[in-house]
DNA sequence: CCCTATCGTTCAATATATTGAACGGATGGT
DNA sequence: ACCATCCGTTCAATATATTGAACGATAGGG
């Protein structure tokens, strides 16, 4: 179980607060609104613990609980979510330089930043509508799969990458989907040398993504913007000339975000 | 300090939990990056004990450190406050029947949800300018004060009021803020009776502000809408007019969300 | 240049959290 | 209607987290 091993791990302090992450990414993960006993269950917790924690968490706005019993995540993580995109403000620089300029009208075009071996999507412009950021806040992928992901760990020391994915590299989404760490430095590599990263059906077959990091003040990659095509959309020719648009537009709201 | 005595108070369960629900709040709410040692004082927790619970938060990417040993909030939260807004689709219909249908297109509309005393700002529709969500998420006032917190509060049971502010009754945030619990359940009596909740120069002096509810599928109250203008525009016509239009957009709402 | 103050970090002594066992209640099947 | 199963909850025995004291490093002031 995602989390469980870091419940449990030699040295790990603070194991309450690792239980109650471990929770709410559970019950934020669920489909259906799991129970106390549920959750005891499937995290391996003892019921009178995983008891002590929510009804901590319930009181602290983390957890909602229903009236049949049932969880679900509770409004206090908005706190710092909000505080997470205003501080960073990618959020609307992305809209200034890409959702209101009409820059990439025919694409969606995605912002995630880096958590742990996943990234996190923090603002989309869709082709098909107005500015849907809300939609998609919170949503993760697997880092390894996504254009975004390829590009912001290509940015990051060689050897942070076995830190990320000590615990296991992910499954597979797709048969086109990267295997292994191993191989995965390989594609690292050619994003470096291209200057953009490319997810060929990794994420979903027939759906092709390129990826650029955006840099802040300090030049630290810390978000990625991805565009978004269909395969057969993806001749070499527009490969390359939107590979080179979107680096722009990511240097672009670096500029905005004070780097170089 | 915020959050302190909810740690230490007498049979209050999982301490460390608790502590880094304050750090998490203390370092949203910091306009300057505080330090281990600088939050350590500021909650009053030991420093060793204070630097195993950032280690932790760090590891878990709750918290973010900057090279220079400054703390900010760190993305992992995204992923809960992502579920909350997904599950209640409470901004996708917001969205649906208050900013695209530009039914108060001369107005700032604004909805939140209840998080213990406070309302949390999760929609946004302002008249200036198009959908803004991201900016307001997780931006909190004192229910008391505010429209939306008015409505909501007029909604729970009476003796809810008690535990909600055990702890006291917010400061006010201007000379017209309500100033006591008996004088706010004056208000929301008011409030019940005309339908439609109002704040008049509470959080800032000169804007006039209207509220109403929104229910769920079962009825309760899950959200609560709020429509700003100045107080100069709140001549009765305007404001009964504009109570009634708000109430309707707050019941479409809440059929949307499969209310009665 | 030197000294003081404060930082982040470590670890064994001290203080406290966790949880197994048991309970009453609710639900669903026979 | 009754019984079995699972729920949420409680609490004292058991297991473990917390933290004071100390350290090396860093920064700023004299």
């Given at each position: 179980m995602e989390g469980h091993d870091q419940i449990r791990?030699?040295?790990?302090?603070v194991p309450a607060l690792r239980r109650a992450v471990a929770i709410l990414d559970h019950v934020a993960a669920s489909s259906d609104a799991p129970t106390l006993s549920g959750l005891a269950r499937a995290l391996g917790l003892p019921k009178s613990t995983a008891h002590g924690l929510v009804q901590a968490m319930e009181e602290l706005g983390l957890l909602v609980r229903a009236a049949d019993g049932s969880l679900r995540t509770g409004p206090h993580p908005l706190r710092w979510a909000g505080d997470f995109l205003a501080r960073t403000d990618l959020v609307s620089v992305f809209r200034h330089a890409i959702a209101e300029s009409r820059?990439?009208?025919r694409f969606t075009v995605t912002m995630t930043v880096l958590d742990g071996g996943e990234v996190v999507y923090i603002a989309c412009s869709d082709a098909s509508r107005p500015l849907d950021v809300t939609f998609r806040i919170g949503m993760r992928l697997?880092?390894?799969?996504t254009a975004t992901g390829k590009a912001l760990l290509a940015a990051r020391?060689?050897?942070?990458l076995d830190g990320l994915f000590a615990q296991g590299f992910p499954a597979p989404l797709t048969r086109y989907s990267v295997a292994s760490l191993p191989a995965l430095r390989r594609e690292l590599v050619e994003t470096r040398e291209r200057g953009f990263s490319i997810d060929?059906?990794?994420?979903?077959?027939g759906l092709f993504c390129l990826g650029a990091t955006v840099g802040d003040h300090t030049g630290h990659a810390v978000a990625a913007l991805a565009l978004s095509l269909t395969r057969s959309e993806a001749t070499p020719e527009v490969i390359a000339t939107l590979g080179r648009s979107l680096v722009e537009a990511a240097a672009d709201l670096s500029r905005r975000l004070g780097g170089g």
């Open positions: 791990s030699a040295g790990a302090h820059r990439f009208d697997p880092a390894p799969f020391p060689e050897r942070d060929d059906g990794q994420i979903r077959e």
